[in-house]
């Protein structure tokens, strides 16, 4: 099992420490460093400063939102940083919610993800092989355009940047069963949101005959520390902002899959008091347990401990949300 680093999205503003922790990720042995969007910072443009500070280290967007773009602009983005890294980059997509998608891009969300999910794909891979034109009759993402309000001048085109790799590794993150089973047949890798060592049905059939060489890299949040419920707070106030705001009370993938995972009242009751305006409430409500189950907190031992339930399943990557050296260090340590 490998290790990435995983260093989210901005907050109000850039973390000057990202660049020393990718750094010091690569110089522990990380086999890849990971950058995020939601809707203020961007991913690419992160990860294209981390790439002109290191050298080894491996790219990749956890993730980058599909409603962000057309297809064939994130394949740009994504050929134009492997180019400049070295054929360091990977590709992760994600197609977030209503919320964001209709709230912050101006964007319908499609009625049916799976097949925008699928469509979007098939564009970017077309892209990246650059082996004639791109060409697509979808129902979400035509090429060339077809819509009524079309000019009838669209010619499908080739890119003029020959693509440093046709094989560009293409990683989707995908909370329900059949969006998940839909990863494990289109991607070269599936990024959850949230694992459980000890719950892999929760995802359904999916995972019991995945591909050779098809990536699995949950993010988990880790802290080496003595207070196993002091190191779990940042865990449950992350939860506590996803269950309970990050989606509309009628729809909201993060609270569906952590009902799915067996915690069905305390994720409709973390709901009902953060869009009451109960926040910490909120956070409170999250389970120790459900936070505790998803990341790797407390002493060393602890950690070793739990990181053998980790590596036993069929993960391949699990990428480390912490901004403490020490962490990553001990982390590496356990790793090796």
């Not at 791109?134 to 993402?141: A, I, K, M, P, Q």
């Not at 494990?184 to 959850?192: E, F, Q, S, T």
Request: proline share 9%.
């Amino acid at each position: 099992m490998r290790l990435g680093l995983a260093l989210g999205y901005w907050g109000r503003g850039p973390s000057p420490d990202h660049i020393p922790l990718a750094r010091e990720a690569e110089r522990l042995g990380y086999d890849s460093v990971w950058t995020a969007e939601s809707w203020g910072s961007d991913a690419f443009t992160p990860l294209a400063w981390i790439a002109a500070h290191t050298s080894t280290i491996k790219l990749g967007t956890a993730v980058a939102q599909m409603a962000a773009r057309p297809p064939t602009t994130t394949a740009m983005h994504a050929l134009t940083l492997d180019h400049l890294s070295g054929g360091r980059m990977m590709l992760g997509l994600g197609l977030s919610g209503p919320q964001v998608v209709e709230g912050w891009y101006g964007r319908p969300f499609p009625k049916s993800p799976l097949t925008a999910t699928r469509e979007y794909v098939d564009v970017v891979r077309q892209v990246l092989r650059r082996e004639a034109p791109v060409e697509l009759s979808g129902r979400f993402h035509s090429h060339p355009y077809q819509g009524p309000d079309a000019t009838g001048l669209g010619k499908p085109l080739k890119p003029i940047t020959h693509p440093l790799r046709a094989g560009l590794p293409v990683l989707l993150g995908a909370e329900g069963p059949k969006n998940v089973a839909q990863t494990a047949r289109i991607a070269d890798g599936w990024l959850p949101l949230y694992w459980s060592p000890t719950r892999p049905e929760v995802y359904g059939p999916a995972l019991a005959d995945l591909p050779e060489g098809f990536l699995v890299a949950p993010m988990a949040q880790a802290r080496v520390c003595d207070d196993v419920a002091e190191g779990l707070l940042p865990v449950k106030m992350m939860l506590g902002f996803y269950i309970g705001g990050m989606g509309h009370a009628a729809r909201n993938f993060h609270a569906d899959l952590m009902a799915r995972m067996g915690y069905e009242e305390d994720a409709r009751r973390i709901q009902d008091l953060f869009l009451s305006g109960r926040r910490e409430e909120a956070v409170r409500a999250v389970p120790d347990a459900f936070a505790d189950e998803i990341s790797l907190v407390g002493p060393r031992e602890r950690i070793a401990e739990r990181l053998e339930s980790w590596r036993k399943g069929p993960v391949t990557d699990l990428l480390v949300l912490s901004p403490d050296r020490h962490t990553l260090r001990v982390l590496a340590e356990l790793n090796a």
